[in-house]
Nanobody, 117 residues
Framework: QVQLVESGGGLVQAGGSLRLSCTASGSTLSSDRMGWYRQPPGKQRELVATITGDGNTHYDNSVKGRFTISRDTTESTTYLQMNNLKPEDTAVYYC???????????WGQGTQVIVSS
């Protein structure tokens, strides 16, 4: 069983920055893919960024050039550095871990990000 604990959300003005962190515990491997999703108010959950065990990254077009995903495989932690935040980035951000052995997803509890204009 995998547990994910997120931190780093909050309230920030447009143009500001935040850094989210997510630490995984339990039956995880460094090769598991980790990522961030978000759910804006009244909308469905959407992909933000993912990173594989060997460091390959993927970003949604809406965050390219502003957000950076990284991970520390020794600490089973992934980070999302968010710069030049916009009001439309307001959402609950969820950490995700996709286990390659079981082909299952684990989710964190979510952390709120609010960007004021």
């Amino acid at each position: 069983q995998v547990q994910l604990v997120e931190s780093g959300g909050g309230l920030v003005q447009a143009g500001g920055s935040l850094r989210l962190s997510c630490t995984a515990s339990g039956s995880t491997l460094s090769s598991d893919r980790m990522g961030w999703y978000r759910q804006p108010p009244g909308k469905q959950r959407e992909l933000v960024a993912t990173i594989t065990g060997d460091g390959n990254t993927h970003y949604d077009n809406s965050v390219k050039g502003r957000f950076t995903i990284s991970r520390d495989t020794t600490e089973s932690t992934t980070y999302l550095q968010m710069n030049n935040l916009k009001p439309e980035d307001t959402a609950v951000y969820y950490c995700n871990l996709f286990q390659l052995i079981t082909y299952t997803n684990a989710w964190g509890q979510g952390t709120q990000v609010i960007v004021s204009s």
